[in-house]
């Protein structure tokens, strides 16, 4: 086996040189870039190498507000987008003549473009001169007051930008659980149900353990997305989001780099290199956590 071990890293090559060429050098080079101080594009010269670039990002307010936006976006958005795709999906797999119909009802948002449904989010929630929108319509036939969610309270900004979000990345998980779901082995539920188990114990005993690994995927990548979270902000507030107050961590790296007071890469590469390590830490705490909830499962 040693001897034809060669062919193995053969098989490998093309894999590994893909990754080199444009996961690996990107993030080296972004993290030169990062050291950079007083880096110029034009010129393309600095005039040294230290870690002003990191103190300059975590002090300035645009990013301090961008990544409170973006956590606030996070701790929301992946647990309940997970737990109301998990109970549509408990649903569906219930219905089964109907099941194919509303797999792709509940799909259709994801294939939709973001921006377009971004557009009828402003639609039903934005006041305009001729109409409070369909959503302030509803709260003020209910006897509440209108507010104005796409240029009102911050918290009402953010309210329209968590149920966007929830409403674009919900589909997706629906289909995956609905998927995990239908591979559970009936046996178990036949034995369960032979022993008059009750169905919140079937659920929690071997529903839950058995789509388990399905669940912390969904979350682990719904903590990544949610973080690289940005088209969903322009599709709601536009290109300025600093002055709009919600723009997210990605969104403050593209100002950075192209904004109208673009043109600093190297404070951009700083900016991506602390995105980097949030999110690598995060993703690190939940696969520990998900291993060792399945090694309990096992046990």
Not at 201 to 229: E, Q
Request: aromatic letters at 16%; charged letters at 10%.
């Amino acid at each position: 086996m040693r001897k034809n071990g060669w062919k193995g890293w053969l098989y490998l090559l093309p894999a590994v040189a893909f990754l080199g060429v444009f996961m690996v050098y990107p993030l080296v080079d972004v993290l030169i870039y990062s050291l950079e101080e007083g880096y110029n594009s034009a010129s393309q010269t600095f005039f040294g190498v230290g870690l002003y670039n990191y103190s300059y990002v975590l002090h300035d307010t645009y990013f301090l507000q961008a990544l409170k936006n973006t956590f606030i976006l996070v701790i929301i958005t992946v647990p309940l987008s997970t737990g109301i795709a998990l109970l549509i999906s408990l649903a569906l797999s219930s219905i089964k003549w109907l099941q194919n119909l509303f797999q792709t009802v509940f799909f259709l948002p994801y294939v939709t473009n973001t921006l377009a449904v971004g557009l009828v989010f402003m639609i039903l929630f934005k006041k305009t001169a001729y109409s409070d929108g369909l959503v302030n319509l509803i709260i003020i036939w209910f006897g509440g007051e209108s507010v104005d969610f796409i240029e009102g309270p911050y918290w009402a900004r953010m309210f329209v930008l968590c149920f966007y979000t929830i409403w674009i990345v919900m589909p997706f998980k629906i289909l995956i659980l609905t998927s995990a779901l239908a591979s559970v082995n009936r046996t178990y539920y036949d034995a369960a149900r032979i022993d008059g188990t009750s169905r919140f114990r079937i659920f929690t005993r071997i529903t839950l353990p058995m789509i388990s690994p399905i669940i912390f995927y969904l979350v682990i990548t719904g903590f990544i997305g949610a973080f690289k979270a940005y088209s969903d902000s322009v599709a709601l507030f536009g290109v300025n989001l600093n002055a709009a107050g919600m723009n997210t961590i990605v969104g403050y790296i593209y100002d950075m780099l192209y904004g109208s007071g673009g043109g600093y890469p190297s404070f951009a590469g700083a900016a991506a290199i602390i995105l980097f390590a949030i999110v690598l830490t995060i993703t690190c705490i939940n696969l520990l956590i998900s291993g060792k909830m399945q090694a309990n499962t096992a046990e």
